[in-house]
Structure formats: structure tokens, C-alpha cells
């Protein structure tokens, strides 16, 4: 379903089967997507509030007409790909159970390698990105990359996201967000509002440059090399937002209601020839922010630092001018100079 199902259900199929004292049934197979059928058919949330909902789960061997059928199948599967009961296409097929399947999520983060504390945060910065993407019904998501001097990292510090803020409200956000940030800014936003991008800028002074949006799939798997290196950190308790988006649960790995992890489109994955575009159904606006912060940010310029000048006026750094002049005059001597 590419609507809204909540809407769909609660605000149309249910008050159009009033007439007739009817009832509306949910059926279908899990899938990646913790959506409205997601929440009415899963264990905790059938137990968390969903009383108008009864919730009833089958597997295939649960099926008395096709149980010996599937049964066959299942062991020849088993013997011809014997990792087939480890995919997700496995426990939402056979087994009817709510998993995500990795190997299309968008992004690869993780917790261990791409979290770090504030108190580690390096304590000067070279520059920073403030992203903006903009919103109304999807949301406005607002973030402050920074990177610093010799390191080669990127450091997503803030993370904001809401629905159904106006223009000042953008101003005020961006304000907060970068509040005891005192080094270089660059502003990207994403430019497909063009009126709202040329009211922040000529209104409010806010320097906005477009975001570079072409190849898209490219410049995520940039962003993924780095979250794979450890490069990418996010800043604990800051960037839950973005977190929720890539991951569909906290910064503990929890899941959080009402979230799914931004996957890849299936269907056009599996095309001839694929391509790698989001899944619709799922949000990107704070991923989308992360995203144009990393392919604006400086820090693969890092270098390691120089070494320390010496002390002119030390005596190790005198001695080392007498010592370095002996080694020339006897090399000089030897070579017959004088």
C-alpha cells in the first residue's frame, strides 16, 4: 500500500461498513515494513492497546490441506540451499514472522563502531554543516555535521526532525542547532521548495546552498564505506531521529514503534537492469539531511599533523646545529674540499 493504511482503514473501509454492522479484515504476509498491518497483527502490539483488533497468526504448516506439501518442499530446500532458513524471505514465507531483511537496508550502521560520547568529541572544530530538508506533512529534519583538524572522521552532533513547522519555525530550529558552534558553517538544503529556500535566505539571511542530489545510490555508498570504517560517529542521546530512520529501532537497538528502517525498493532492485532507490513507504527525511552533510563535509582532507618546530634557543637544538656541521666538514675532508 502506498497510502496512508491507518487513514485508510480508520477514516474510510471502517465507517463505510457502518451501514451494515460490518467488520474489516486485515490479511497478508509480513514483511519489512512495521506499518498500520504491522501494528495490528504483531504480538506486543495486538497486546499493547489494539482492543477493537483480534490477532491471529498461521504458519504455512499450520495449513492441514498443504502441510505434507510444504513439508517436502521445505526439506528439499534444505538440501539444496540449507542457509534458505536464515533469510527473511524465509520467516515471512514459511513462518509468517515481522523481520527486516539487512541485505536491503540502505544504511549500515552500527551502534559499536559508529557511536561515540560527547565527552570524546574532539575540542576544536575546522568547520560543520548545518542540512536542512524541508517539510510539511513529511517532516522538516535539521542536522550539525562537523569535522576537525587532523582527524579524519565526520561527527554528526544534532539531529532534529518535526512535522508541520513554517518558516520561522526553520530559522528557530536551525538557530538551536548550531548555539556554541563557532567555527565555519556551510548551509545546505534541499532546493525542490524553491520559494521556502529563497524566503529562508533573502528574509531570515540564511546563506543556503542546494544540495547536489544527482546519483544518489553513489554517494550513500560513500557514506556506507565510511560507516563501515568507523568514520561516521553520532554523538549519543543527540541524533535519535537519524537513528530511528536507518535502523528502525534506538541507539540501543530497540525497536521503536511505528519505525522502519529504511530499505531499498525491492521490486525495482530485482529489475532488469536494478537500481537502487528508496523504498517509498519508508521516511528519509533526517537520513536525507545526514547525507548532504557528509557529501558537503571537508574532513577526508585530514592530515596528520607536523611536527612540533624546534626551540631555536635550546641547547639540544644548538648542539644538533654543531653536530650536523662536524659530520659536513669531515665529509668534505674525506672528499678532498679543503
Known sequence: FQVDLKALVKTYVGPATMDQNGTVAMTGTPGDLRN???????????????????????????????????????????????????TA??????????VVDDSIRVYRFHPDRNLIDAKDLPKRWAGGVISIDLGWENSTALSLSAWADHDPNLYILRVTKRAHLDLDDVDAEAAALIRGFDAFLMYIVDGAAKQSVEHLRRRKGIPLVAAEKHDKA???????????????KLVRGQCAPLI??????????????????LVWDRKKI???PPKRVEDGRCANDA??????????????????PDAPLPDPFSEAFVADIWKRRGEQQRQEEEEGAW
Not at 89 to 98: D, S
Not at 291 to 303: I, P
Request: hydrophobic content about 30%; glycine content about 8%; some cysteine.
Open 36 to 86: 498500520f498491518f504491522y501494528d495490528v497483527s504483531h504480538p506486543e502490539a495486538a497486546g499493547g492497546g489494539n482492543r477493537e483488533w483480534s490477532w491471529h497468526r498461521w504458519s504455512t504448516l499450520d495449513n492441514p490441506f498443504m502441510r505434507a506439501k510444504f513439508q517436502a518442499r521445505l526439506e528439499e530446500v534444505e538440501q539444496s540451499d540449507p542457509l534458505y532458513k536464515d
Open 89 to 98: 524471505e524465509y520467516a515471512w514465507m514459511y513462518e509468517g514472522r515481522w
Open 218 to 232: 553513489t554517494y550513500i555508498r560513500h557514506l556506507n564505506t565510511d560507516l563501515g570504517r568507523g568514520r561516521v
Open 244 to 261: 530511528v530512520e536507518w535502523t528502525g529501532g534506538d541507539e540501543d537497538g530497540e525497536p521503536v514503534r511505528d519505525a522502519t528502517p
Open 270 to 272: 530485482e529489475a532488469s
Open 287 to 304: 537520513a536525507d539531511c545526514a547525507l548532504y552533510g557528509h557529501r558537503t563535509a571537508r574532513n577526508y582532507l585530514a592530515r596528520e
